[in-house]
């Protein structure tokens, strides 16, 4: 069983900067493929970015590359998105995600976050 808590949302203005933070419990932690997912009002949840256990492979969306980072830290069992240049199109409710397995990017892994809101002003 694998715990999330995401934290770091908030209120910013267009071309600002937040990090998120997910804090995951479990011992599979190091092993575990997480994954930051958002949905924004009337919208389907979709995919941001993603990144393998070791660290080595990340992937994103093309909404946000250039602009996005994942990163973790397996000494403390965290997992980081670094978001730069934001838009008010990347208003959403933000949802960290975990699997022991490959990730799929549109259905998602099985563990899942409560939520931050992020809310980008124009």
């Known amino acids: 069983q694998v715990q999330l808590v995401e934290s770091g949302g908030g209120l910013v203005q267009a071309g600002g900067s937040l990090r998120l933070s997910c804090a995951a419990s479990?011992?599979?932690?190091?092993?575990?493929?997480f994954a930051w997912f958002r949905q924004a009002p009337g919208l389907e949840r979709e995919f941001v970015a993603v990144?393998?256990?070791?660290?080595?492979?990340?992937d994103y969306a093309d909404s946000v590359k250039g602009r996005f980072t994942i990163s973790r830290d397996n000494t403390k069992n965290m997992v980081y998105l670094q978001m730069n240049s934001l838009k008010p199109e990347d208003t959403a409710v933000y949802y960290c995600?975990?699997?022991?397995?490959?990730?799929?990017?549109?259905?998602?892994?099985?563990?899942w976050g409560q939520g931050t809101q992020v809310t980008v002003s124009s």
């Open positions: 990144i393998s256990g070791s660290g080595g492979t990340t």
């Open positions: 479990g011992r599979t932690f190091s092993s575990s493929v």
């Open positions: 995600n975990a699997d022991t397995v490959a990730i799929n990017h549109r259905l998602g892994g099985r563990y």
